[in-house]
């Protein structure tokens, strides 16, 4: 997302925005940073640390009830156990963004 962007979704100033960016030793305020992790839509934990394991357990949990609901899927569960913990979460940051974009009606495809 551009600065500008987040700048006008957040009400922070762009050029605070830019500061916080430009230097890992200047942290955004506790308000600033709320916004900030609520627009992007990560944790405040991830947004500070670039980690997040809630995140990454609740990602799990709902793929273990895919694969517990679903034998045909559980050879992909076994894959992710091999994945790095950034790979991991580009798939479910991916998924997250093809459930937003989904067309409200849509029938989910058969297996």
Known sequence: MPVKELAY????PKRSIENY???RESLPPIDYAY?????LQ???????SGKDKTYMESGFAILKKVAA???EYSNIFASFEKLSEDDIKMILDLIKIIVKHRTPNA?????
Do not use: D
């Open 9 to 12: 979704k957040t009400g922070i």
């Open 21 to 23: 960016l430009s230097s």
């Open 35 to 39: 916004k900030i992790a609520q627009v």
């Open 42 to 48: 990560v944790s405040m934990e991830y947004l500070i």
């Open 69 to 71: 609901e679903n034998k």
């Open 107 to 111: 029938t989910p495809p058969m297996a």
